[in-house]
């Protein structure tokens, strides 16, 4: 497994492109599978769960090209429904074939998926759906079986707030006989851009952004040629890389009407911002304020921005209260930071960040996507170097994000596991 060497003090300064939206690609290439013919899909990231999506497509039988940040699909004859766990166990997000194929084939048959160590997230919301749906849902052996004639429109409402979870349901009922009505639907950006493609490919929908979607089923689909969003994630993440290292970075194509929550809690640190045309100029401070945040569904502060705010937090100004409600595992930073000069302290959902004076450059060890860049982010602020082991699941999630670091000025190396 890759590391990165990372010597940290060095403020950011320049331009970094935002790649599209692995979390707005991860359904719209599953989307694909609703109807037969060829699809295009442009701005795609080059990431490991796009890969993994990609080889799941082609074991149902797609004939899949991906180069220059398009992928191409073809679904004539997809013939299969099978999604083997040898495939999904890295990546949550494949359950997100499942109502594609119900709704094409009548029959869905897929592993339980992995994904993440950040805590519980059952698709028991998924089966109760598909089950008010008129789908036979059998589990076995750790792999769901679901089969419908037809699905028959519905009224749905989810007991929590699902993005996989509304987005399966939403591709399900576009093919559903009637219309189906989904209440305590999320509200995500990556929810509201499938719901645009799926309406380009035929589909009726109304109500994508606010918490009741309603989906009229229509006889058949035509292919997708869509554009991926870009990144909202990516690019919270490189506004708080301004932050931390004091540093002064253009975001190109930063998807700013998606990021109010994160850029006020920025504000409020101190962080300036001035917007471009197509862009956002964001301009760091030597010493950051502390501020509180409490995590949310969308258009609450996102969950996957917390651990590179905790980073954030660590070098700040008095102390800060961070609350995590999405997921129970999402503190897993704290203890790596910590071995940075952090003053973190844990009390269940809630993190108490002390700022101190500076982190010290530490080996430490990546648990996850976010964890791992909050490591990266600490690292650059740091004195001294740091050793980032596990890299890999910054993999999943940014595209060459040293690459990307290094035109910036930041000294940040990728070293084979060994060396």
């Known amino acids: 497994m890759d590391k990165f060497i990372i010597e940290g003090g060095k403020k950011l300064k320049g331009e970094v492109q935002i790649s599209g939206s692995k979390n707005a690609a991860l359904p719209l290439i599953a989307a694909s599978l609703l109807a037969p013919g060829n699809h295009v899909l442009t701005n795609v990231p080059n990431l490991r769960d796009i890969t993994t999506m990609i080889s799941l497509l082609k074991h149902l039988g797609a004939n899949c090209s991906y180069d220059d940040a398009t992928l191409k699909i073809e679904t004539d004859n997809i013939r299969g429904d099978d999604a083997p766990y040898d495939v999904v166990k890295t990546m949550r997000a ?14 869905a048959r897929i592993s339980l998926p ?3 160590a950040i805590g519980a997230r059952p698709i028991d919301l998924h089966l109760k759906a598909l089950s008010t749906m008129g789908a036979d849902i059998t589990l076995h052996d750790g792999i769901v079986e679901v089969r419908a004639n037809r699905l028959i429109g519905s009224k749905i409402f989810f ?52 918490d009741t979607i309603m989906i009229d089923g229509v006889k058949e689909l035509r292919p997708l040629s869509y554009k991926v969003m870009p990144d909202r994630i990516e690019a919270a993440t490189f506004m708080i890389a301004a932050a931390i290292t004091d540093g002064d970075i253009t ?11 994160v850029i006020l809690r920025l504000r409020e640190t101190g962080v300036k911002f001035e917007p471009i045309v197509n862009s956002i100029n964001v301009r760091g401070l030597e010493k950051p304020m502390g501020v509180n945040v409490v995590t949310s569904p969308y258009p609450g502060f996102a969950t996957d921005v917390q651990a590179q705010f ?31 000069g952090a003053n973190i302290s844990i009390d269940g959902g809630t993190a108490v960040v002390k700022g101190v004076k500076g982190l010290i450059g530490a080996p430490v060890q990546a648990t996850d996507l976010r964890a791992s860049a909050s490591l990266v982010l600490a690292a650059l602020a ?3 170097t740091t050793e980032i082991n596990r890299i890999y699941h910054l993999d ?14 930041a000294s940040i190396e990728r070293v084979p596991e060994g060396v």
């Open 382 to 384: 740091a004195n001294g």
């Open 310 to 340: 905790m980073a954030l937090m660590t070098i700040a100004e008095g102390a800060s209260v961070i609350k995590e409600t999405i997921f129970e595992n999402r503190f897993m930073h704290v203890a790596e930071l910590n071995r940075m």
């Open 251 to 261: 975001l190109k194509d930063a998807p700013i009407d998606c990021l109010d929550s």
């Open 94 to 107: 494949s359950v997100l074939v499942m109502g594609p194929l119900l709704s094409r084939l009548n029959h």
């Open 114 to 116: 992995g994904g993440c």
């Open 159 to 210: 007991d929590k707030i699902t993005v996989t979870g509304t987005e399966n349901i939403m591709m399900a009922a576009t093919l559903a006989d009637g219309t189906t009505v989904l209440e305590n639907a999320a509200r995500e950006p990556e929810v509201v851009d499938l719901a645009a493609c799926l309406i380009k490919m035929g589909a009726k929908i109304e109500g994508a952004g606010t």
């Open 396 to 409: 999943r999630g940014y595209e060459g994000l040293e690459k990307k670091l290094k035109t910036m000025g």
